[in-house]
């Protein structure tokens, strides 16, 4: 079953891809495209704030009519910013007067600032609704507006690439604060076109601040459709920005580095009259949350979602990634075809929640997201605009859970594990490899050790002539000499494991044991705690071993460092629920003897505080 798109669309647009997916029905007929300042037309940070406020959450910002902006328009493509408060939370954006749809246009954490674009239907009073889930600050910037329009020769979208048009760390250093960078319009664009849709990543930056932009040969107004937080990693905004014939202009007061990539072009008065590239806009509607169907996106996987719109080529949405893996990105693409060189959005780090809009190409099979890290996946669906969709042509890829691939490198301290075997059958989740030795240092030579009688290899060292490539890491070691100042050894293993190709690295934090380096080793667990996912070390996981193993007698011998065979079970069995944890699979054994075993296993830190201490390991593992 399939809606039509024709002249005026009033007709239900079908989504496909699931029987239980509600119609997606169009709000308003196809519409052509106008370019719009950039204009800021609200901000509640003002005491004018230039939008009505509802309710405590709600605010209602009118968009046709204000300056510049014409009366009878159907859609406006805004840049919505968020300013958080204390609390993490999303903003929705629908039009004026209508039930607020279950979908977000925006997430922001505690205190961040965020900012999203998105093609917003219009309500009957030239207005759009903005809820925010909690107490927080909203900037309204518009770009430009559809009216309504059967056919059209300015304003109609038209597909391009997507296509790197500038990245500015192939030309030199970074950019200065307040820099301006001008990019020409690509060849195949004409030099009336009235906008270019673009995305933009900003990185690199040593400070937080914003991009702005807007046709080149015109002074850039105090708008924005990007931030970055100052950390250096990539964050991306897609948006709509009108152009001159010189092309486009963008201003970063942060500096760094910019990367522009282009998804499209609208039309001017030079081409010809058509029905394609006209914008739909429908209800917003959810198509893909993957974490309530349990399809995530793995690493080097692929999500198609097929879609059955007749007269669609592209789709408009907002994409969301969530719980990412680690730091990666998501490409979105038309289904069957070739994955572009290009990103849709950036993940700075695990776990985190970032949202940025999109215009997809549609194939005959649908969309796909491509996600290089892996993450679960919400998509929203704002519109479409009209035409024909590209041929798919190749099979869809696959999207299997990975097995990591995990080194654990310890001292003495791990040396149990090589002793009592049978730990191992904890491991079955994962392939591994373990390399203990008596006397091992972090960086500098050890001792000779009295079993031995050689000086064994450093934790570094033994990372570095591992045979192989790893995903996973685990170091539990350090308790033979403690390192003042710490951070360069954690450096020096940090670098060694991403050599490997490590996307994780967990590191134990020091039990409680009765060296006389024990304040030295507190002072690194709280380093290690410190430093753990910080943008320069995303992939460092501080296991908290000192409170996961206190109070547990049996585990060790007299020095509270070395293992006894219940330690050996406890720390085989605290190493892959761990790696289970950080790779969204299920744990070795359930937490209690005859339990249910969770499809994603909880951090065994948590899980230990949740249920007042670890789990019955003899009963669980029978030893």
């Not at 979208?157 to 604060?177: I, K, M, Y």
């Not at 990693?233 to 152009?243: E, F, K, Q, S």
């Not at 009209?386 to 041929?391: C, D, H, K, R, Y």
Request: net charge negative; glycine share 10%.
């Amino acid at each position: 079953m399939a809606g039509v798109l024709a002249g005026v669309l009033s007709a239900a647009i079908v989504v496909g891809f699931a029987p239980s997916t509600p119609l997606v029905v169009a709000v308003g007929g196809s519409s052509a495209f106008a370019p719009v300042g950039p204009i800021r037309l609200a901000d509640t940070r003002d005491a004018d704030c230039g939008c009505q406020r509802l309710d405590a959450n709600t605010i209602r910002v009118t968009i046709g009519g204000r300056v510049g902006v014409p009366t009878a328009i159907t859609a406006a493509a805004v840049t919505i910013t968020a300013v958080g408060g204390g609390r993490a939370g999303f903003v929705s954006v629908y039009p004026s007067g209508a039930a607020r749809p279950a979908t977000s246009v925006v997430n922001v954490a505690p205190g961040a600032v965020a900012a999203n674009s998105t093609i917003a239907a219009i309500g009957g009073d030239g207005a759009i609704d903005v809820f925010v889930s909690v107490d927080m600050e909203i900037v309204v910037d518009v770009t430009g507006v559809f009216a309504a329009a059967n056919s059209a020769s300015a304003g109609r979208f038209v597909a391009l690439g997507p296509a790197r048009l500038l990245d500015t760390r192939e030309q030199g250093p970074s950019l200065a604060s307040g820099a301006t960078v001008t990019v020409a319009l690509p060849s195949a664009v004409p030099a009336d076109a009235t906008a270019l849709a673009v995305n933009v990543t900003g990185l690199d930056q040593s400070l937080p601040g914003f991009v702005s932009g807007g046709p080149a040969g015109v002074p850039i107004a105090l708008t924005s459709f990007l931030n970055v937080d100052g950390t250096g990693r990539p964050r991306a905004a897609a948006v709509i920005l009108p152009v001159s014939a010189a092309g486009l202009t963008l201003v970063t007061s942060a500096g760094g580095h910019l990367v522009i990539d282009v998804v499209g072009w609208f039309t001017g008065a030079s081409s010809p009259n058509s029905g394609d590239g006209l914008f739909v806009p429908v209800n917003p509607t959810r198509l893909v949350d993957t974490r309530t169907d349990n399809s995530r996106i793995w690493r080097t996987g692929e999500r198609e979602v097929p879609i059955t719109i007749t007269g669609a080529a592209a789709l408009v949405t907002n994409v969301t990634l969530d719980r990412t893996d680690g730091a990666g990105f998501v490409t979105a693409h038309a289904a069957g075809t070739e994955i572009p060189a290009t990103s849709t959005l950036n993940a700075p780090g695990r776990d985190s929640t970032i949202a940025n809009a999109a215009i997809t190409a549609v194939s005959d099979r649908g969309v796909a997201y491509y996600s290089n890290a892996g993450t679960d996946l919400v998509v929203d669906l704002t519109g479409i605009f009209t035409g024909s969709p590209v041929a798919a042509t190749l099979p869809a890829r696959p999207n299997v859970m990975p097995t990591d691939r995990v080194l654990m490198v310890g001292d003495s301290t791990l040396g149990a594990l090589d002793v009592v075997t049978r730990t191992r059958e904890a491991f079955a989740g994962f392939n591994w490899s373990l390399d203990t030795a008596n006397c091992r240092r972090v960086v500098d030579q050890g001792c000779t050790s009295d079993y031995t009688k050689v000086a064994p290899s450093t934790v570094v060292d033994a990372i570095a002539t591992a045979p192989g490539a790893f995903d996973v890491v685990v170091i539990k070691a350090g308790y033979n000499n403690p390192l003042n100042p710490f951070v360069p050894g954690v450096d020096a293993v940090i670098a060694a494991a991403r050599a490997k190709g490590a996307r994780t690295v967990i590191w134990f934090t020091f039990s409680d044991s009765d060296t006389a380096y024990i304040g030295l080793l507190e002072q690194q667990n709280a380093t290690l705690q410190a430093l753990a996912g910080s943008p320069a070390y995303p992939e460092l996981v501080a296991a908290d071993w000192h409170d996961y193993s206190l109070g547990q007698t049996s585990w060790f011998v007299a020095d509270r460092r070395h293992l006894t065979v219940p330690g050996a079970w406890a720390t085989a069995d605290y190493i892959a629920r761990h790696v289970a944890h950080l790779g969204r699979r299920p744990c070795p054994k359930p937490w209690a003897p005859g339990g249910a075993l969770e499809l994603v296993c909880p951090n065994p830190d948590d899980a230990a505080v949740a249920a007042g201490g670890p789990p019955d390991l003899r009963r669980l593992y029978g030893f």
